[in-house]
Every structure is written in structure tokens, then in C-alpha cells.
């Protein structure tokens, strides 16, 4: 599936920004994806930020956006969402989402394997 991340911007610190991913392509669907969103630093390592099952029953956080994030899924609209509450300087970074199939485990809070479909990532700035 292919998909699309949208809804990143520049903010200040403390604010909020909900991201979405949606199945771009007629008749594509993130309906029984298992999803993730990551996020890629300038100079780091892609790392996760959290994953939903494909029931949206299961989700899993980094220990940093606990509290802060919530992932969420509509899957009526066909769209994974990433709400992003008191976001910090640190929080900058390009997020992408990710989606793969199968049983929802805890490879799916690795950039890898079972992932294998991510979308093109959209820019989160968040200034002091």
C-alpha cells in the first residue's frame, strides 16, 4: 500500500499538531495494516514513535511521547492519525508513517521488517 503522511508545520513549543496518513491509490486502504510512525533527526537514526494494531485495539509509545502523543486510527476514513500535544524543540524531526501486515508485535516498534510500506514523511518544527 502506498501511503501519504500529511499535517506537519512549525510550531512553538507547547503547542499541537495532529498528523495524518491515509492509502493514497483508488481502492488502497490502511484497513488491516498494522502502522507505525517514526521520526528521522537531522544527523540521527530513524526511531520509533508509536504503532497501532490493525483492530486499533494494541498501540505501543517511545518512553519520550508518552503522555504527549496518541496514535489513533479511523479506519472508515482510511487514515492513521498521530495526535502531538506539548511539543518540545526536541520533538523536530521528519515523521513518516509505516504500515505491514501480520500479528501485531514488538517488531513493529523497529524501523524495519515487518514494515513495508512508509510514506514520504512530512517536516515537524517545533521552535523555543
Known amino acids: 500500500v502506498q501511503l501519504q503522511a500529511s499535517g506537519g508545520g512549525l510550531v512553538q513549543a507547547g503547542d499541537s499538531l495532529r498528523l495524518s496518513c491515509t492509502a493514497s491509490?483508488?481502492?488502497?486502504?490502511?484497513?488491516?495494516?498494522?502502522m507505525g510512525w517514526f521520526r528521522q533527526a537531522p544527523g540521527k537514526e530513524r526511531e520509533f514513535v508509536a504503532a497501532i494494531s490493525w483492530s486499533g485495539y494494541s498501540s505501543n509509545y517511545a518512553d519520550f511521547v508518552k503522555g504527549r502523543f496518541t496514535i489513533f486510527r479511523d479506519n472508515a476514513k482510511n487514515t492513521v492519525y498521530l495526535q502531538m500535544n506539548s511539543l518540545k524543540p526536541e520533538d523536530t524531526a521528519v515523521y513518516y508513517c509505516?504500515?505491514?501486515?501480520?500479528?501485531?508485535?514488538?517488531?513493529?516498534?523497529?524501523?524495519?521488517?515487518?514494515?513495508?510500506?512508509w510514506g514520504q514523511g512530512t517536516q515537524v518544527t517545533v521552535s523555543s
Open positions: 509505516a504500515g505491514g501486515k501480520g500479528p501485531y508485535t514488538s517488531d513493529y516498534q523497529r524501523p524495519s521488517a515487518p514494515y513495508d510500506s
Open positions: 491509490g483508488s481502492g488502497r486502504t490502511v484497513s488491516g495494516y498494522n
